[in-house]
Structures are given as structure tokens and as C-alpha cells.
Nanobody, 118 residues
Framework: VQLQASGGGFVNSGGSLRLSCAASGNIYRHNVMGWYRQAPGEERTLVARVLSGGIPDYADSVKGRSTISRDNATNTVYLRMSSLKPEDTAVYYC?????????????WGQGTQVTVSS
């Protein structure tokens, strides 16, 4: 399984952006796709994730100004963020977790930089 992320860049404070992540390969149908971020010197943390059935889950820091969605036909997950703040600046990584029942398999994308100006 490979993940290809895109959509990062430089955004003015208060602006919005959309990140995309396309998964390819032999993907088990029961899976969770999501986005994590990591700022310099900090741990990687969850931004948002969505189950294969479409149920989303958001970190409190982005709740109310972010929307995660997925297209199961193309195995693509999208994250739209608005009202961006400088503290949203980080490298954003997409992740796919396959739930096999007896085990889970994690896959990470290469990361895309998001920089929000103050």
C-alpha cells in the first residue's frame, strides 16, 4: 500500500486549504484513513480521521473548522481546513490503518508542509 499526499503550501492566517491523499495497492476494505501533523520539536498528533463507513473524528484543536471526507471508490481522503491559524503550521501526514480483526497494519504518506502566516 502506498499513500500520496498533496495540497500543502503557504496560506495566510484565516485562509483555507484542502489536502488530498490517495492510497493505492491492495487495500483491505475495513480501514481508517486520516491526517496527522507534526510541528518542529513536537510529537505527531491526530488532526482528523474517517472510518470506511464515513464516521469522522476530529482533534479538538481543529473541530468546527475542518472537514474530513473520503471517496472509497478511489481510496482518497480529503481534509479541508478553514480559519487557519499560525499554530496549524506543521507537516501533515496521511495515514491508513487496515483493521484485519486479528491485527492492524499502518501505512503513512510522505508528508506535506502547511505553513500559515501570522
Amino acid at each position: 500500500v502506498q499513500l500520496q499526499a498533496s495540497g500543502g503550501g503557504f496560506v495566510n492566517s484565516g485562509g483555507s486549504l484542502r489536502l488530498s491523499c490517495a492510497a493505492s495497492g491492495n487495500i483491505y476494505r475495513h480501514n481508517v484513513m486520516g491526517w496527522y501533523r507534526q510541528a518542529p520539536g513536537e510529537e505527531r498528533t491526530l488532526v482528523a480521521r474517517v472510518l470506511s463507513g464515513g464516521i469522522p473524528d476530529y482533534a479538538d484543536s481543529v473541530k468546527g473548522r475542518s472537514t474530513i471526507s473520503r471517496d472509497n471508490a478511489t481510496n482518497t481522503v480529503y481534509l479541508r481546513m478553514s480559519s487557519l491559524k499560525p499554530e496549524d503550521t506543521a507537516v501533515y501526514y496521511c495515514k491508513l490503518v487496515e483493521n484485519l480483526g486479528y491485527a492492524t497494519l499502518d501505512y503513512w504518506g510522505q508528508g506535506t508542509q502547511v505553513t500559515v502566516s501570522s
